[in-house]
């Protein structure tokens, strides 16, 4: 008998059991609370206009799905027996209703979220979670990843580590915490915003709303703010080892850059807003869009 017929169901089975594919779907309400694991690989979520939960994708070697609930309560995720072993992740894209209430965990797996209207808190140790959906609440983890936000969400609280922050089009309450990585804030229009890192620069290109507040605190980045000239706000910036440089004010109101450790403040328009910049050895500039 011919070895190579025998061994040839072998080396067929082996892309089927590297390639398990899951498409399964459950009903579920319009504003269900959902869980979601998936330790390596990458979690997709897609908002649709259906009350109904579905998840297709593709599972790592020795992987499983485990997928259940019903009503106002489901739960999804992916499983493998050994959770130290080296290996592809999986791969799983979810379809959920628009308002409902989702709760994430992975490792190293990436978050993809987009088109939620209702509340997402994401916790990842390594991997990037990235938004863009209009959520009422968003609460996102990741000590080694990349944090990427936009739309029009209500409540961001944000927490980093090494990884860079970016923040596009934000026009809520919004609250963004680093260790190392930088915060890169663009198009904001925010009523609160309070920007914190130890070593990260920071950088900020917005307006503040009408008695809003924004402040960026840092040990030892730079902080950067470009700002309409025409807004009506209070300031107080300080730094102790950096220099502050103000280029905010119309032609022929310039201001040299001042040192020292002692708070600078000035006022533009009627005031109603608060600015305030803070930082160990960084430098602060305030400059005019």
């Not at 579920?28 to 979690?43: E, F, L, P, Q, V």
């Not at 008695?211 to 910036?237: C, Y």
């Not at 803070?278 to 869009?289: A, C, E, P, T």
Request: glycine residues 14%; aromatic residues 4%.
């Amino acid at each position: 008998m011919n070895v190579r017929l025998l061994l040839l169901p072998l080396f067929l089975a082996g892309p089927l059991l590297a390639q398990q594919k899951v498409n399964r779907i459950i009903a579920i309400d319009s504003n269900a609370s959902i869980r979601i694991t998936n330790n390596a690989g990458t979690i997709r979520l897609i908002a649709w206009d259906k009350d109904s939960l579905a998840v297709i994708g593709s599972l790592a070697p020795g992987a499983s799905l485990y997928f259940g609930g019903k009503g106002a309560f489901a739960k999804l995720g992916v499983e493998r027996r050994d959770e130290t072993q080296a290996g592809p992740g999986s791969i799983i894209e979810v379809r959920l209703p628009r308002a409902v209430r989702v709760f994430v965990r992975s490792i190293s797996a990436g978050v993809e979220v987009s088109g939620l209207v209702g509340e997402l808190q994401c916790a990842s140790v390594s991997g990037p979670i990235v938004v863009d959906a209009g959520l009422r609440l968003l609460v996102a983890e990741s000590m080694e990843g990349e944090l990427s936000v936009a739309g029009e969400i209500k409540v961001a609280r944000l927490n980093g580590g090494a990884g860079a922050v970016t923040l596009k089009n934000l026009s809520g309450d919004v609250m963004a915490t680093t260790v190392g990585g930088g915060i890169t804030a663009t198009g904001i229009h925010t009523s609160r915003a309070r920007l914190e890192t130890v070593s990260g620069p920071i950088s900020y290109d917005g307006t503040v709303g009408d008695h809003g507040t924004l402040e960026a605190v840092t040990h030892s980045g730079d902080v950067t703010l470009r700002l309409p000239a025409l807004l009506s706000a209070e300031f107080e910036l300080q730094t102790f080892e950096g220099v502050i440089d103000v280029g905010l004010f119309l032609k022929g109101k310039a201001m040299k850059p001042v040192s020292g450790a002692k708070p600078y403040g000035f006022t533009t328009g009627s005031g109603g807003s608060q600015v305030t910049i803070r930082s160990f050895k960084g430098n602060i500039r305030v400059l005019r869009q």
